[in-house]
C-alpha cells in the first residue's frame, strides 16, 4: 500500500509561480510512474502531467506543456510539479497518483493509488 500526501497549494495571482509536492510512504515509489491530475469546479478529472519511475519520460497535457514541469527525487520519495504562468484556468484541486508500473500513462484507471489533493486557486 503507498500513501501519498500532497501540499504547496495555495491562492495566486495569474502570471505566478508554485509548487506542488507529493510524499510518498513505502520502499517501492522509486519502481512506480506518477502523475499529476487535476479537477475543476464542476468538470472531470483531467490528467496534468506524468514521470517514469527513473524520470526518463515525461509527458504533458497541451493545456500545461510548456509552463508546468514534473520532477521526482527517489531519495526523498517525493514527486514535484512546479507551475509557471499560471492562469485562472489553472484553478482546480490537484492530485498526485501512483502507477505500479513504472512507464508513464495518461488515463484515471492506469492508476493505483492517489492523494486528497490540494486546491490550487489562480485570481485573475
Known amino acids: 500500500q503507498v500513501q501519498l500526501v500532497e501540499s504547496g497549494g495555495g491562492l495566486v495571482q495569474a502570471g505566478g509561480s508554485l509548487t506542488l509536492s507529493c510524499a510518498a510512504s513505502g520502499r517501492t515509489f522509486s519502481r512506480y510512474a506518477m502523475g499529476w491530475f487535476r479537477q475543476a469546479p464542476g468538470k472531470e478529472r483531467e490528467f496534468a502531467a506524468t514521470?517514469?519511475?527513473?524520470?526518463?519520460?515525461?509527458s504533458y497535457a497541451d493545456s500545461v506543456k510548456g509552463r508546468f514541469a514534473i520532477s521526482r527525487d527517489n531519495a526523498k520519495n517525493t514527486v514535484y510539479l512546479q507551475m509557471n504562468s499560471l492562469k485562472p484556468e489553472d484553478t482546480a484541486v490537484y492530485y498526485c497518483a501512483a502507477r505500479k508500473y513504472g512507464t508513464i500513462a495518461t488515463m484515471l484507471l492506469d492508476y493505483d493509488y492517489w492523494g486528497q489533493g490540494t486546491q490550487v486557486t489562480v485570481s485573475s
Open positions: 514521470i517514469s519511475w527513473n524520470s526518463g519520460s515525461t
